[in-house]
């Protein structure tokens, strides 16, 4: 329950489209001081809540309550400017106030927004950052923010963050950036198949507390074997099948990451000399003190990159991070070979064939059916990877059922949309997969199904992100582009970067250890204790077995007549499955514990 009085609240609400009912007796309040976040999946009904507790959108049933003099600030999906004028009176509009005001020209200056621009010339990510410089500076009771992170950098999302986390007001958010509303978020509310539940916890919880609701529905639907009908499909493909998965894929991670460090570490040695049979299909990359700058239009010169060498080979996943105009896309193109360094070198690697997120997202037929996009030439099966598989089994993989093969691709949500893209996008044959901001505007559930798509491709993944979560899930390592052509590679993700970069030192602090004897202890070569190498040495086994265990389980509890035959046996083995699901993931996350803990110390040492 809300912390204090609810300002703004729905009771009872219900919005129904088309004639079927989208939520009912939905009720939710929001109070001062409070920072909620609203997660569901993509078509839920989300947004519509949102635009409901703004008072933009009319409730089919229920109520709508609003304290009186309450101001609510709501930044909306896509923002209207039809009115026109320039960006600075379009967000000084909701002040009451005129274009000069301090608090207008402080979010223009933190959202990157050119005041005297008109309203009509914006992009779609600058119409964004205009409607929530717009919602900041009305400094509202309380704040509506449906997906506020969107087209930031992460210099303007840490930003953001620390201006919410000081907000006195109350604070409703959708957002699909996980390290946002971790750090953000109190409360939780989720929106599932037209019902609300709601959490005291922030949403790092959030998998934890989803899961055990899945799991108690999931007993039940043994008992409707209708409900296993209808339903089935998503909670295999939903929070606890990818928490099973997400183990291991950070194993995998995790071993690609010291993969990518020791190359880093030996590219500094070689000096980038490769042999003949890396040149033949190992290499994907290899830039040699590349540099590129611009002439402004005052005829001094913009720094993009200076000196940087790099060498991608296949398999590693690296992400670009940088502020906007740092020079993070021009970068990308010039190791993709699209633009020429103005010196140094760029190699790829022989027989490329790369595939663009970005380039095809507008290109769909939206008359054609699903089947058909992936399809065009007809038949009832695609070659994906080299195999043969059959169309309505492949959009399974991207959570459609086999109705939705047949639809028109108008029918479909953005998020599902965007899935599609993601189905033809794959399904290309490729070894080198290049993503320009692909986190913009996808729901969290479409994130979570492309990174799970990119862990398990086999081939060379590019990415510039500002997504955080998005980067330590996925990358084995980080290219900085920090600005005035200073560009930096560090393995591991975005928190690696944050801990190995370096750090600014006072002049004091330099001169003091120049000064400073040079007298050092002995060096102790720092290891894992020899119990704790017995442990991590026994673990994998352990693993092995206890998922050996759930497999056996798990196939015996789909049995549609056990429950049937034996009530009280069908309890025991459910009981027994969740005990044994909690002590794996126990295990793996000791074992993840011990292998990080054993390359930081090997990293320390050979960086002492």
């Known amino acids: 329950m809300p912390a204090s009085p609810p300002q703004l609240a729905l009771r009872d609400a219900a919005v129904t489209f088309g004639g079927k009912p989208l939520f009912s007796g939905i009720s939710l309040g929001l109070g001062k001081g409070e920072r909620v976040c609203l997660v569901g999946a993509n078509g839920s009904g989300k947004s519509t809540i949102l635009k409901a507790l703004a008072g933009e959108m009319e409730l089919d049933a ?13 930044l909306p999906q896509s923002p209207s400017f039809a009115s026109g004028g320039s960006v600075a009176d379009y967000v000084a509009g909701g002040l009451g106030a005129d274009a000069h005001d301090y608090r207008v020209a402080r979010a223009l200056d933190h959202l990157s927004l050119d005041g005297a621009r008109d309203v ?23 704040m509506l923010l449906d997906e506020p992170t969107n087209h930031l950098d992460l210099p303007t999302i840490e930003w953001l963050e620390q201006e919410l986390l000081d ?14 509303l971790n750090r953000l978020t109190q409360r939780l509310l989720w929106l599932d198949r037209g019902r609300m539940f709601e959490h005291d916890g922030g949403f790092e919880e959030f998998d934890d507390w989803s899961q ?11 008992r409707l074997k209708k409900r296993i009908e209808q339903e089935e499909y998503w909670l295999q493909r939903g929070v606890t099948a990818r928490r099973s998965r997400n183990e291991g894929r950070r194993r995998n991670l995790f071993a690609l990451r010291e993969q990518r460090r020791t190359s880093l570490k030996a590219l500094g040695v070689a000096k980038l000399e490769l042999g003949e049979a890396e040149a033949g299909g190992r290499l994907v990359i290899e830039a040699k003190d590349i540099s590129k700058s611009y002439t402004r239009p005052d005829g001094s010169q913009l720094a993009i990159v200076k000196g940087f060498s790099t060498r991608i080979l296949r398999g590693d996943r690296v992400g670009l991070i940088g502020p906007n105009g740092a020079g993070k896309t021009t970068l990308l193109k010039i190791l993709t070979g699209e633009i020429a360094p103005d010196s140094g070198t760029v190699r790829l690697g022989i027989g490329l064939k790369p595939i663009s997120l970005d380039q095809r997202r507008e290109s769909f037929d939206l008359e054609a059916t699903l089947w058909k996009t992936l399809a065009p030439g007809g038949g009832d099966s695609i070659m994906v990877n080299g195999r043969q598989k059959h169309v309505v089994a492949y959009l399974r993989d991207f959570l459609f059922d086999e109705k939705q ?9 953005g998020g599902e949309r965007a899935r ?7 399904a290309e044959p490729s070894n080198l997969v290049v993503l320009d901001e692909p986190t913009n505007d996808l729901d969290m559930d479409t994130l979570d199904l ?3 798509v990119l862990s398990e491709y086999d081939g060379t993944v590019l990415i510039v992100s500002h997504d955080r979560d998005f980067l330590d899930r996925l990358t084995t390592s980080v290219i900085a582009v920090e600005g005035e052509g200073r560009v930096a590679e560090y393995p591991g993700g975005y928190s690696d970067y944050l801990v190995q970069r370096p750090k600014p030192q006072k002049a004091e602090a330099k001169a003091a250890a120049r000064s400073a004897p040079e007298a050092r202890p002995p060096r102790v070569e720092p290891k894992l204790s020899g ?15 206890l998922e050996k265990d759930i497999a056996t389980i798990e196939a015996a509890l789909h049995d549609p007549d056990f429950y049937v035959r034996d009530v009280d046996k069908f309890k025991k083995t459910s009981a027994l499955l969740t005990a044994k699901k909690q002590a794996l993931e126990a295990v793996e996350h000791r074992w993840l514990e011990l292998e990080e803990k054993q390359a930081e110390l090997a990293r320390g040492a050979s960086n002492a």
């Open 120 to 142: 009509k010339t914006l992009s779609g990510g600058e119409g964004r950052r205009a409607a929530l410089a717009r919602v900041l500076a009305t400094e509202p009771d309380i």
């Open 62 to 74: 229920g109520e709508r309550f609003v304290q009186p003099g309450l101001k609510i600030g709501y």
């Open 212 to 222: 055990r609701i899945i799991e108690q529905e999931s007993a039940e639907a043994y």
């Open 531 to 545: 119990k704790e190498a017995k442990e991590l040495a026994d673990l994998p086994g352990k693993i092995a077995a």
């Open 450 to 452: 492309l990174q799970e």
């Open 420 to 426: 599609l893209l993601l189905a033809k996008l794959f």
């Open 167 to 180: 907000y006195p007001g109350g604070v409703l958010m959708i957002s699909h950036d996980r390290a946002f």
């Open 405 to 413: 093969a047949v639809m028109p691709v108008r029918a479909l949500s």
